[in-house]
């Protein structure tokens, strides 16, 4: 049987049409239209492209982008001082700070500056320790994508065995969360682990979040596993060697094409959230 492709970019326009709807009636009903902030610090090429893509995406359902642009020699309370500034207007529903920052700035810190009922990338300790808990709050973007592709393809996720390679604040320890919050049995692997290959071939479910070009590898992965590449190299190439593991998967996600796309549409669904917390009510 052929493995399912888990395809992000056509769930993420499936997505954006549900959020067309819920930003039009936020818009009628409050007279309102929902901004959300993004903060870029200098002109990283990569950051450039990824901020003009969430602009986009924001227009693209009725939301309104703002960009600002700080320059590379910002410091941490040049940067602190804008997020202040955004959390105290109400026309913003969500605030994201575009990472990586200059190596001068405390990002860290920065990130929990911003106020939880905006942290619509789930980059907060406060939110990441509340996701972690079960209790309501953003999640980081590209982990929420990760499972809201499993839940979209209905891929069972109780009682799996899920491995997690890496384990970033950003994707790695998040995702692991949100597995085990979903009832696999989780196993967070990283540089230290001994027997990586042998671990991984106990996997139902593979996430692969290292940053090294076809890490995993065909003889790593159990037969029929479920695979999800969260990399994204030079050469639009993932961490998992997808040319050669996929055959044996029942279901993967494509680079490109699988999981970028869900991490801006969980961003866009997550400033909607907060936008009808505030203008609606909920």
């Known amino acids: 049987m052929e493995p399912v492709i888990l395809n992000g970019k056509a769930l993420s326009i499936q997505i954006e049409e549900e959020l067309k709807e819920r930003v039009a009636k936020i818009k009628e009903e409050s007279g309102v239209t929902p901004v959300l902030a993004t903060i870029i610090v200098g002109d990283n090429p990569a950051s450039v492209t990824y901020v003009r893509m969430k602009g986009n995406a924001c227009r ?49 810190k920065c990130f929990n500056r911003v106020l939880m009922e905006k942290d619509v990338d789930g980059t907060n300790v406060s939110s990441f320790g509340a996701v972690t808990m079960g209790q309501d709050a953003y ?38 969360m949100l597995l085990l919050n979903a009832n696999s049995t989780v196993t967070i692997c990283h540089s230290k682990t001994k027997n990586l290959p042998e671990i991984v071939k106990q996997a139902d479910i593979v996430v692969a979040a290292v940053g090294v070009p076809k890490f995993v590898k065909a003889s790593w992965i159990k037969k029929g596993a479920v695979l999800i590449d969260a990399g994204y190299n030079e050469g639009n190439i993932g961490d998992i060697d997808l040319e050669n593991c996929a055959p044996l998967s029942s279901a993967y996600t494509p680079v490109p094409g699988g999981v970028g796309p869900m991490t801006i549409a969980m961003l866009m669904s997550q400033t909607v959230d907060s936008a009808e917390k505030k203008y609606l009510k909920k």
Not at 62 to 81: D, H, I, Q, R, S
Not at 83 to 100: E, M, R, T, Y
Not at 148 to 164: D, H, P, S
């Open 139 to 176: 999640k980081c973007a590209t982990p929420a994508g990760i499972m809201e592709i499993l839940r979209r393809y209905n891929i069972e996720t109780t009682g799996k065995n899920a491995v997690v390679i890496g384990r970033s604040p950003i994707l790695g320890k998040p995702v692991a």
């Open 60 to 108: 693209r359902v009725g939301m309104e982008p703002l960009k600002v642009e700080l320059p590379e020699e910002t410091t941490t309370e040049e940067l602190l001082a804008v997020i202040d500034k955004l959390n105290a207007d109400d026309k913003v529903c969500g605030i994201l700070l575009q990472h990586p920052v200059p190596k001068q700035i405390d990002e860290r």
